[in-house]
């Protein structure tokens, strides 16, 4: 059963500190998206990857984050320096080749907490 | 924005029908009807999608009215497990864009509560 793992599932830093979080992407698809859950906002778009090449990242605080798939096996988002607002649930989802349509599998989310 | 309006809850008794309804007027003739939910603590979950033709897999049916303004996500035998946070998303098919007609816009969704 093919799924779509993230590490770590929760972290907890102090604010200024560098984040890093990474994704492994279910094998042969080729979209990655980035999405933040927060009780106020909910779910919101960050990054959206095809092919390892980021199509949009709009979403994202440009100053402090950065998403990137250095291989087809692993996208990284960082935040530098992090701050206490950026506490979320961080959501990876990959999406098949192919389509249209085209569906999005997530993973189990990396839980944020900074102090 | 959300193109989608759904109700903010529902409950349902274990084993009965589950019917989740959806509104989507301003759905354009190439955007297809997703739904996907989201059990507390875990990541959303694809269910199901459709265009125009009612649609049925292991998980649930999806019914769409004939002008595509609304559907109805059908859980036929819901058990206590069912219970998440059920997300309609109207969005155009396609390998995406820069454009943004990749992007699902996830809404407030139906908090579906299973009842024993």
């Known amino acids: 059963d093919a799924r779509v793992t993230q590490t770590p599932r929760d972290k907890v830093t102090e604010m200024g500190q560098e984040v890093t979080m990474r994704c492994q992407p279910i094998?042969?698809?080729?979209?990655v998206f980035w999405y933040r859950q927060t009780m106020m906002q909910g779910l919101e778009l960050l990054a959206y990857f095809r092919n390892r090449a980021p199509l949009d990242d709009s979403g994202m605080p440009k100053d402090r984050f950065s998403a990137e798939m250095p291989d087809a096996t692993l996208a990284t988002l960082k935040i530098q320096p992090s701050e206490p607002r950026d506490s979320a649930v961080y959501f990876c989802?990959?999406?098949?080749?192919?389509?249209?349509?085209?569906?999005?599998?997530f993973g189990p989310g990396t839980r944020l907490l900074v102090l | 924005d959300a193109k989608t309006t759904q109700p903010t809850s529902m409950d349902c008794a274990e084993g009965r029908a589950a019917n989740l309804p959806c509104n989507h007027s301003t759905i354009s003739g190439n955007e297809y009807v997703y739904w996907y939910r989201q059990i507390h603590s875990q990541g959303p979950q694809y269910i199901i999608h459709g265009l125009k033709n009612n649609e049925t897999n292991e998980m649930a049916s999806l019914i769409i009215t004939e002008d595509r303004k609304s559907s109805t996500l059908i859980l036929p035998h819901a058990t206590l497990r069912d219970t998440a946070v059920y997300y309609c998303i109207v969005r155009a098919g396609g390998g995406g864009t820069t454009s943004g007609t990749y992007k699902y816009i996830f809404g407030t969704g139906t908090r579906l509560k299973v009842l024993a």
């Open positions: 094998l042969g698809h080729n979209t």
């Open positions: 989802a990959s999406g098949p080749r192919g389509g249209p349509p085209e569906t999005q599998y």
